[in-house]
């Protein structure tokens, strides 16, 4: 009788494994294979990394550290801590962004955008939020975290396919 239990690891932004890919039928190019705590770990504060990709929709891997800059988007976005702990503040636009693909940004760097402001969550390791359309967000963490974007590609998506791929 052999041994069949398994421990799953779930990473981290401090502690994650490359991991691989065995590819059974097809070619490698065909094929996408990245590690969200790896991307994160070489991107920028809030840099929002495309992972993965169907048509037009993406998930956009973020490092979250320290403030970002006030984000929003004509279309309902969907949030997902993997990693550390973030607050998101949200503010109901005076002006929303009508008819753009993905994110923007809400105002100039530094600056709240103008609108109501319509309160916070916190997200730990596991949490999920709504990021309504029409409103702005900002997240905010005091230690680094990574987090999980599922949205459109916009102009601030960040395609590093060539770094982040196995060929």
């Not at 799953?8 to 065995?22: A, N, P, Q, V, W």
């Not at 990709?53 to 993997?82: C, Q």
């Not at 550390?84 to 955008?113: C, H």
């Amino acid at each position: 009788m052999t041994d069949a239990s398994y421990h799953t690891f779930f990473g981290s932004l401090d502690r994650y494994r490359k991991g691989e890919i065995e590819i059974t039928s097809g070619s490698a190019r065909h094929y996408v294979f990245s590690n969200i705590f790896e991307i994160a770990s070489t991107s920028a504060p809030y840099e929002k990394v495309v992972a993965g990709k169907n048509l037009d929709y993406v998930i956009e891997v973020l490092r979250t550290e320290g403030p970002s800059r006030w984000f929003a988007s004509s279309h309902d976005e969907f949030a997902i801590l993997m990693d550390g702990e973030v607050r998101i503040d949200f503010i109901k636009l005076d002006t929303p962004p009508q008819n753009v693909a993905g994110s923007v940004y809400a105002s100039n760097e530094g600056e709240p955008p103008a609108g109501r402001a319509m309160g916070h969550v916190v997200l730990r390791r596991g949490h999920q939020a709504l990021l309504p359309a029409g409103c702005a967000y900002r997240f905010s963490a005091q230690k680094p975290g990574v987090a999980l974007v599922q949205t459109m590609l916009g102009k601030l998506s960040v395609e590093k396919w060539a770094d982040i791929c196995l060929h």
